[in-house]
């Protein structure tokens, strides 16, 4: 798999990089012969944390088999013979380093911010007081909607007209004008668009409203609507 990665006149070499701290980290990384085993580190330590004076690395085949350590940080990679396929192992030799430990792979050893009950409900602007101000409103207080909602909108409407649904200038046919039981109080506009952009035939809920093809069908508020006379004043 390595190899067909590689540049056609390019002798560099593909590595897979494992870590001893982090069990879950192995990347596929492109390296030149020519870098130094410093350069090397320097590449590695951004990719995986452990810093360079921290850090030794050690070289194996495709079969597992130690090839070498790389311990001379002045020396090319490509003096200790890496082959595309190869592992190269970081040894994090730090026992303070951000890698130790293991709580960058497990979040259950990582310690958690916790608050006493007592400190939570002296804070403001908390979800709880948020319920607590929800529950407190009284019926009257919730927004309600109409059973004449829109109706100075609709009653320009009439079954028949021509019309152009808001968003997107779908245009259509009214095919219903009044109130709608098993929708929101209200007046609502049923519309036949010319194409399928609708969600239904006409049948909301259950309810048939009005009839027309598969998909061609849409109940919208009327200030969504603009019929023929309306669109011809705007013109």
């Known amino acids: 798999m390595a190899s067909r990665l590689q540049i056609q006149g390019d002798d560099s070499v593909i590595l897979r990089v494992t870590h001893s701290n982090i069990k879950s980290f192995s990347s596929d990384v492109r390296f030149s012969p020519q870098m130094t085993v410093e350069a090397v580190k320097e590449k590695l330590w951004k990719k995986c944390g452990t810093s360079v004076d921290s850090m030794s690395l050690e070289l194996y085949d495709d079969m ?57 409900d002296k804070l403001d602007g908390t979800y709880k007081k948020f319920k607590e101000k929800l529950g407190h409103r009284s019926p009257t207080q919730e927004l309600k909607i109409s059973d004449s909602y829109m109706e100075e909108l609709y009653a320009n409407i009439k079954v028949g007209d021509r019309c152009q649904v808001e968003p997107g200038e779908k245009r259509g046919v009214v095919k219903f004008v009044g109130r709608a039981e098993n929708l929101a109080p209200g007046f609502w506009i049923g519309v036949q668009y010319d194409e ?11 309810k048939r409203y009005f009839e027309c ?6 109940m919208v508020r009327p200030d969504k609507v603009k019929v023929r006379a309306q669109l011809l004043q705007s013109c």
């Open 196 to 206: 399928p952009l609708g969600k239904h035939d006409g049948m909301v809920k259950g």
């Open 64 to 120: 597992g088999n130690k090839v070498s350590v790389l311990g001379d940080n002045t020396r090319p990679i490509g003096y200790y013979s890496p082959q595309n396929g190869f592992r190269l192992h970081v040894i994090d030799l730090d026992p303070s380093s951000v890698t130790s430990g293991g709580w960058l792979e497990d979040t259950s050893l990582v310690e958690k911010y916790k608050i006493t009950d007592e400190a939570y």
């Open 213 to 218: 093809p598969p998909l061609c069908g849409g």
